[in-house]
């Protein structure tokens, strides 16, 4: 455990937002997983190029998930001394980035498929879980965090086999900057090539 880790772990909840009072539903939750599973497949069966695929990625990223948020978080205390346009920036290139890492992941699912299988209650939103099928693999869980925290149902969080999305990119962005000497502005040019 570094410096890093333990101040982002430390104010996370300092530098975000609270949730709304509760308002979304478990129906409503399901709708957008349902949704975001379908065009997630539909890509997966379209047979486009990798970068077609990577930029329908982005696309669907952009209308289901809450990007403002996850961006937010993933700058983590960073994002407490970046400038107005830093954070614009960042939370552009953050975007595109994502797009293309998880794109390539659910490439992976070609041939395959989500389904979603369960949703429950969790504080101030809804879990919604899925089982993933792929050939010639065995079926794995992908989860999906949903809240209206945004005005909207969005899904905030991701679990790919357990591995949750938001530290996981905090912990990434961290990293860059740490790579950077503490540069936003460098961090922010070697996300807009990773992924």
Do not use: C, H
């Not at 504080?123 to 010639?136: D, F, H, I, M, Q």
């Amino acid at each position: 455990m570094n410096r890093r880790f333990f101040i982002s772990g430390l104010s996370a909840a300092l530098v975000l937002p609270a949730l709304p009072a509760f308002a979304i539903t478990e129906a409503g939750a399901k709708k957008l997983v349902d949704s975001l599973v379908n065009d997630i497949n539909k890509v997966i069966a379209a047979g486009k190029s990798e970068s077609a695929m990577f930029r329908d990625f982005e696309r669907i990223f952009k209308r289901y998930s809450d990007t403002s948020y996850i961006a937010a978080y993933a700058m983590g205390v960073d994002g407490r001394r970046a400038t107005a346009s830093q954070k614009r920036a960042f939370s552009s290139a953050f975007q595109s980035y994502i797009g293309r890492k998880y794109g390539s992941r659910f490439r992976e699912f070609i041939g395959g498929r989500l389904e979603v299988r369960s949703v429950k209650k969790v504080k101030n939103w809804y879990e919604v879980s899925t089982t993933a099928y792929l050939r010639n693999e065995a079926p794995f869980d992908v989860t999906f965090q949903v809240s209206d925290r945004a005005g909207k149902d969005l899904f905030f969080n991701m679990y790919i086999e357990g591995v949750n999305l938001l530290l996981t990119e905090r912990s990434e962005i961290g990293a860059l900057i740490d790579r950077n000497g503490g540069s936003i502005d460098g961090m922010i040019a070697d996300l807009k090539k990773a992924g």
